[in-house]
Structures are given as structure tokens and as C-alpha cells.
């Protein structure tokens, strides 16, 4: 049974960071691509960030470039995002996924709010 937990997420004010966390259980990480996503009120899912496990090779939306960096622990098998310079726009419920062997897998979602 694969599962992923995401965690970090919180209240920030804006121009500040936050590092989210997304772990497995069930499944050890290869080859997989694992991506965030958010989702915030009234809006489509959108894609943030993603990275190629084995590899370490990144890929990000144009609102995530140059402020959030994803990486990943291999020895641990947890993908990190850091995400800094937060506005109120990144105030979202935060999901990680991973296509692992060809099925995707979505965690429950972690909130964050970016507010003063």
C-alpha cells in the first residue's frame, strides 16, 4: 500500500519561506518523478515543481522558478520544497504525487497561508 504524507505547511507572513516535506511508505523511490502541486480556493490543482529521483534533475512552473527549490534526500527518500519570498498567491493546500510505475499517488495535502 503506497502512501505519501506531506508536511511542513503553515502560516507564513509574506516574504517569508517554508520547507515542505513529502515521505513514502510502501514504495522506495527510483526512477520515479515526484511533483508538487497546490490547489487553493476556487482555483484549478496547478503544478509547482518536480524532480526525477534518481537523477536529482528539476523542473518548475514559471511561478515557482527562482523562488522555490525542490530536492530530495535519497537515504531517507523525502523530496523537499523549499519555497521562499512567499506572497499571498502561493496560499494554497500543497500535495505531492508520484507516478510510480506508471500509477500516480497523491498524498492528503498540507495548508499553507501566506498572510499578515
Known amino acids: 500500500h503506497v502512501q505519501l504524507v506531506e508536511s511542513g505547511g503553515g502560516l507564513v507572513q509574506p516574504g517569508g519561506s517554508l520547507r515542505l516535506s513529502c515521505s513514502a511508505s510502501g514504495v522506495t523511490f527510483n526512477h520515479d518523478v515526484i511533483q508538487w502541486f497546490r490547489e487553493a480556493p476556487g482555483k484549478e490543482r496547478q503544478f509547482v515543481a518536480g524532480?526525477?529521483?534518481?537523477?536529482?534533475?528539476?523542473f518548475y512552473s514559471a511561478s515557482a522558478k527562482g523562488r522555490f527549490t525542490i530536492y530530495r534526500d535519497l537515504e531517507r527518500q523525502i523530496v523537499y520544497l523549499h519555497m521562499g519570498s512567499l506572497n499571498v498567491d502561493d496560499t494554497a493546500v500543497y500535495y505531492c504525487?508520484?507516478?510510480?510505475?506508471?500509477?500516480?499517488?497523491w498524498g492528503q495535502g498540507t495548508q499553507v497561508t501566506v498572510s499578515s
Open positions: 524532480i526525477t529521483f534518481s537523477s536529482g534533475s528539476t
Open positions: 504525487t508520484a507516478d510510480v510505475g506508471g500509477q500516480d499517488y
